[in-house]
């Protein structure tokens, strides 16, 4: 038995262990916000954070993740108001909105390490996040409105 706290919630897990973190997530704990995308972590649509690191779930064994901190989309803000996801609905980021969740928790571990990045920053930090709609400008921007919110979240 394999224990998962996710969202800061407990979950004990009783299937295959090599099982990829994203089916668990998706198919048995019901956790539907995070996305499959290429299924290779290639494209960034299935990232969750680890303990605050980004990582790609669909290449994530469950057994790899047994007793850390899983935080998915779900997980940021029970009202959907963290910064990012703020910033993400005032700039009307999306636009399928397919990998926007693997987006946003791309952000919020830049955020979390870096809290005011540079354009040369997000570049970087968002490159391994696929986008095929393209709408990478407007992640660039709400990166840096976001980051003006949560200055101004810890300013009050």
Partial sequence: MITLTINGKEHQFNDDGDMPLLWALRDI???AGTKYGCGKGLCGACTVHVD?????????????VANQKITTIEGL???GDHPVQ???QDLNVPQCGYCQSGQIMSAVALLDREPNPNDKDIELAMSGNICRCGTYQRIKEAIHLAADLATEVKGR
């Fill in 29 to 31: 704990l019901k956790y």
């Fill in 52 to 64: 605050g690191q980004p990582v790609r779930s669909c290449v994530m064994p469950v057994s790899a």
């Fill in 77 to 79: 803000s029970e009202l």
């Fill in 86 to 88: 703020q910033a993400w």
